[in-house]
């Protein structure tokens, strides 16, 4: 079975003759069509429609059919003006906005000509579309700036839309995670149609930025200022879009246009800056934001050429508060040095003691500690008074910076050809600082994404789309902390020795393609498509799981070598050795679909598709494999 899929995408891909990666849905996904008549209502063929982007000054021209129906499809949002031209007539122009995916209707009545003459039409869209059967909203440039959100995150912002459940606060996503904000991988709280998040689909720029193993995630979040509008379906007739059953969003960055501009953007936060009430302390724990935003964008050869670019810094460091934390004293550990010089236990309380604790006061002598064995061989003649545990404060500011960049390019070539493509990168570290010494670590991410589309116009009726995708995320966790010290937890003290998750590491791949051929026949409109997926994963998380954890009673325990229990997360009990912890798979979905979309009326529109998917089984790949 897995023949058919790489036969399909050798044939499209030879027919597009540009082979990269793909999306499953291009950037250009908006339409405009209409009918043309004349005073009476009748329709008037062979009428000569114009359109041009108001931003770009690109143009158009297409022809009405027999029946008066002109369309143009897969369309970038933004400013358009449509204008006909048909002997005996008036030319009559119309200005529009197109949102992100919309299909948007303009029907035209041509007046009747007595001298030259002609007609603009200013107004606003009717307030019920006929020619969009989506359920759905669109937050402008404006919306997505000014609404508030976490930390600038993306996703806060579409929890005001109809039909959405959820506080768009998302929590950190799947390992290695990263924050409320732009970077990382994502899990927005927010789903519709009675589905939870594992539903949502979301596209950026015609790009798959929803991860195809953890259903729901979001692996990509361009700045908020690079952001042109956002689309919000809860429902969608398209047979393009077959995989988001509860949310589709639909993400649209800023393009270059025949004029330059930009943003640019500073935040800066920490403790002084914020005000205390009378139930807190006299001062917050330190903690700083630095946030740091631009994009520029422009005209490379006006009319032709253009591109966009935008970058987004973090530097930061966050607050952990005051915390309490009890754990061995000093004479305790000068008493052990004495008393077991050569035990493990003894050398690790020496190598990795406390740090970053400011010692408060004492919790417990040996009295206290061992109660009456105190003292006596059964605690190795102990001194009844000496300090065995202490408290102390801690407040360690963990660091989290993060950074991501990403430009596109839009080129148009000659009346029949457009090409875009576009670059996004980013990756952060988060650092996991310890009370121990040595046992401070931190996390990593790094993504990549990239995308190629071609669109080809035949003939004024019939138009291919192609594109190819790839993105590549992936991190490794618990980096940069010793691995050679077991984890040891004392009862009766919250200070361990312990250190946060890994060391463990992951990457995912995604290669996609896709082609869609749409034919405009009188009245129809014919789309005829084909996508594809190559997806694999892989991961080592061996060292996390192969590293013992010891669990000891009492402090004594320790310095004697004696622990109460040992575990261990992976382990051959064939070979009485470690084992190993490595997953690797892929899989190779792909599907056919066709439609149309009738304009029966000026005033009815139908849509009627088919769409035939083979989701694939997923099989081992690389190492795990064996």
Not at 34 to 61: C, I
Not at 372 to 394: D, F, M, Q, R
Request: charged residues 10%; negative net charge; hydrophobic residues 35%.
């Amino acid at each position: 079975m897995r023949t058919l899929p790489y036969k399909l995408g050798v044939f499209f891909a030879a027919l597009v003759a540009c082979a990269w990666w793909c999306s499953a849905q291009t950037t250009f996904s908006g339409n405009i069509q209409g009918v043309v008549a004349d005073p009476s209502g009748a329709s008037v063929p062979n009428a000569a429609v114009h359109l041009r982007n108001l931003d770009t000054g690109v143009e158009a021209t297409t022809a009405t059919s027999t029946t008066g129906n002109y369309r143009f499809s897969s369309l970038p949002p933004g400013r358009y003006s449509v204008s006909v031209d048909a002997p005996g007539f008036k030319r009559t122009e119309e200005n529009v906005t197109l949102d992100t995916g919309e299909t948007q209707g303009i029907n035209i009545t041509l007046g009747l000509s007595t001298a030259a003459a002609s007609v603009n039409v200013l107004g606003e869209a009717p307030p019920l579309d006929t020619d969009d059967s989506r359920v759905q909203a669109t937050l402008t440039s404006q919306m997505v700036r000014d609404l508030p959100s976490l930390n600038r995150n993306l996703w806060d912002v579409l929890s005001v839309a109809p039909g959405v459940v959820g506080a768009g606060t998302h929590a950190a996503g799947e390992s290695p995670g990263g924050g409320a904000d732009n970077f990382g991988t994502q899990t927005p709280d927010l789903s519709a149609n009675g589905r939870s998040y594992t539903g949502n689909r979301v596209i950026v720029d015609g790009m798959d930025a929803t991860s195809n193993v953890q259903n729901g995630n979001i692996v990509y979040a361009p700045p908020p200022d690079a952001v042109q509008e956002m689309s919000l379906q809860t429902n969608s007739w398209d047979a393009e879009n077959n995989l988001g059953s509860s949310l589709l969003i639909q993400v649209t960055t800023k393009a270059g246009t025949n004029q330059f501009h930009g943003t640019g953007s500073y935040l800066f936060t920490n403790q002084d800056l914020l005000a205390r009430t009378v139930f807190t302390p006299a001062s917050y724990s330190p903690f700083k934001r630095q946030d740091l935003v631009g994009t520029f964008g422009g005209p490379i050869v006006k009319n032709k050429t253009f591109f966009f670019a935008e970058t987004e810094a973090l530097w930061s460091t966050t607050s952990t508060g005051n915390s309490v934390l009890t754990y061995e004293s000093p004479q305790f550990l000068q008493w052990a040095q004495q008393n077991f010089p050569n035990t493990l236990g003894t050398r690790i309380l020496q190598q990795n003691g406390p740090a970053g604790v400011v010692q408060s006061g004492v919790a417990q002598t040996a009295t206290q500690y061992f109660g009456t064995s105190c003292g006596t061989p059964a605690t190795a003649n102990i001194p009844c008074s000496l300090p065995i545990l202490v408290t102390g404060t801690s407040n360690l500011s963990p660091v989290y910076n993060a950074l991501q960049y990403g430009f596109r390019g839009d080129q148009y070539i000659g009346t029949k050809d457009r090409l875009f493509g576009t670059y996004g990168n980013d990756g952060f570290t988060l650092g996991h600082p310890a009370n121990r010494v040595g046992f401070s670590n931190h996390d990593v991410q790094s993504n990549w994404y990239t995308q190629l589309d071609w669109t080809h116009t035949f003939t004024a009726n019939i138009l291919l789309e192609s594109s190819i995708a790839a993105n590549s995320v992936g991190g490794a966790n618990g980096q940069g902390g010793i691995d050679n010290v077991p984890l040891i937890n004392v009862t009766g003290q919250s200070l361990g020795f312990t250190s946060s998750w890994g060391p463990g590491q992951y990457r995912a791949h995604n290669y996609n393609w896709r082609d869609v051929l749409n034919w405009v026949h009188g009245a129809h409109t014919l789309k005829f498509g084909a996508n594809g997926t190559h997806a694999v994963e892989f991961g080592d998380f061996t060292p996390v799981n192969t590293r013992p954890t010891f669990q000891f009673n009492n402090l004594l325990d320790l310095v004697e070598n004696n622990p109460y229990s040992e575990s261990v997360g992976a382990y051959n009990p064939l070979t009485g050795q470690a084992g190993s912890v490595l997953f690797s798979g892929q899989t190779n979905p792909w599907g056919l679909f066709v439609q149309d979309d009738w304009k029966a009326k000026s005033n009815l529109s139908f849509t009627f598709s088919l769409r035939w998917d083979d989701l694939s089984n997923i099989y081992p790949s690389g190492p795990a494999a064996t």
